[in-house]
């Protein structure tokens, strides 16, 4: 088995089961989408190659003190917690952020 | 503490199919905890896929599925299931977890404790998995997950 820690506190694993052999790799959870992303030595993110995708730098929010997913909806802070009172239909601090 | 669920789905691999999803309710925020993309295919050749997860805010319409509990105590799940959808959920905003899987292998993905992917308590919201796109023909694949509420 081939563990590659490619983040420093992983929120989540994945595990690659092949004929030859088995990977696993950190993932991270974007404080702001609340989607995980798999990380890449260097503090990059693996980009989609299916759409030519290069890795892109992860962005840290100060706020949060957390790394996001460093796409354009996540670059300002709203957590992920507000996002889903929005859904709800909660009143949030952010709600001037939120269409 | 929260109750864990699991069912899976089956589809041909296509562009743009939903092959499970997991719709809440006003009453909970159902928790996605695992993921496990494989496929049963033979013969085994090098077709490749590449999988989503994303909120959706229409459910669409599937095969329902009753979810199995992880502990025989604990109650019915209070989230609506279902698989092999033919008429794909209204998926809103960005992809929540990225996965290729070639069919050679199976793709496990599995959060931490409190860093689960989560939906709103909102009826007719929640989280679907579905194929964005293949590699080569379409194929078996058999999509397994865990969630909580």
Known sequence: MMYSHTARKAHGEVTITGPDGETVLDSKKCPHCGGHFVMVKGNLIEGRKTLGEVARPAIYCQRCDRLTCGRPGCVECVPIGARLDHAEGKTTTYDHLMP | MSRHYGFSGSITGAAN??????????????????????????????????????????????????????????????????KNHSVEPTYAGVSLLDIAHNQLATVQWRAAPDEEIVAPATAANGMGVYCVGIAGSGVAEIVSLVFAE
């Open chain 2, 17 to 82: 199919k939903t092959i499970v999803g997991v719709t809440a309710t006003s009453a909970i925020r159902p928790m996605l905890k695992r993921i496990i993309i494989s496929s049963n295919a033979a013969p085994v050749a090098t077709n490749s896929s590449e999988w989503q997860v994303s909120r959706f805010t229409a459910a669409g319409t599937s095969t329902a599925v009753t979810p199995v509990t992880f502990d025989s105590g604990n109650p019915a799940a209070t989230s609506i299931c279902g």
